[in-house]
């Protein structure tokens, strides 16, 4: 299992610190949370913080957009060259014409879903997507408790994957976000989650490294 450590849960006023807190032999990616305050409550930060975080790194960026009209807002970031750019399925009513536009930069499409989005909605878009996220709590703040029907929406998941890989040749990355921690990375790993982002479990501490290798079972 990769992770995805969320900066959004490290010292905001010493980003350099914070990055440079994260080896790439541990961190696979570095989460981008991007709130706009309208989509979710809460305002993080935005193209230009996350521009500036990427001159201070070479881990590969994975961008979660967790805003309204993000047909705007995926313009922004392609120029950032991440691994991925996830937006929401509840954010917008044309994901496929979004997906085939991040795909045509050259990057990653991932669309997110809520706790309370029903799985199945991703059978109709499943071939125009190179990652699923499954969001394990509700969008909008780190350090919050990971929802306990996720499990059965990851196995739902999976098994919606594997009968739709068969028949399409294609096999989406799964990415799970919220609420991840030592007690519950083990069954991750188990249900074959590919990335898992943690905030608080990896930044709340003085060695994040340390705490990576716990969620990868090292
Ligand atoms: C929640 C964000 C998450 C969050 C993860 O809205 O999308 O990425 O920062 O933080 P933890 O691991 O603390 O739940
Ligand atoms: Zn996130």
Do not use: W
């Not at 190179?130 to 509700?138: A, G, N, P």
């Amino acid at each position: 299992m990769k992770i995805s450590p969320s900066i959004l849960a490290a010292n905001l006023t010493k980003l350099s610190e914070s990055l440079g807190k994260l080896d790439i032999n541990a961190a696979d990616f570095i989460h981008l949370d991007i709130m706009d305050g309208h989509f979710v409550p809460p305002i993080t930060f935005g193209e230009q913080i996350s521009a500036a975080i990427k001159k201070e790194t070479t881990i590969a960026l994975d961008v979660h957009l967790m805003t309204s009209n993000p047909e705007a807002e995926v313009l922004k970031y392609i120029p950032l060259e991440p691994h991925n750019i996830t937006f929401h399925y509840e954010a917008t009513k044309f994901p496929v014409r979004l997906a085939e536009q991040i795909r045509k930069s050259g990057i990653k499409p991932g669309i997110a879903l809520n706790p309370s989005t029903p799985i199945a909605v991703i059978k109709d878009i499943y071939t125009f997507f190179d990652l699923f996220l499954i969001m394990t709590v509700e969008p909008g703040y780190y350090g919050q408790s990971f929802l306990p029907n996720s499990l059965a929406r990851i196995a739902e998941f999976n098994e919606l994957r594997k009968s739709l890989s068969e028949k399409t040749d294609h096999f989406p990355l799964l990415e799970v976000d919220g609420g991840v921690n030592a007690d519950n990375a083990v069954m991750l790993r188990e249900a074959q989650v590919d990335i898992a982002v943690a905030g608080s479990f990896v930044f709340k501490s003085d060695d994040p490294c340390a705490q990576i290798e716990i969620l990868k079972g090292k």
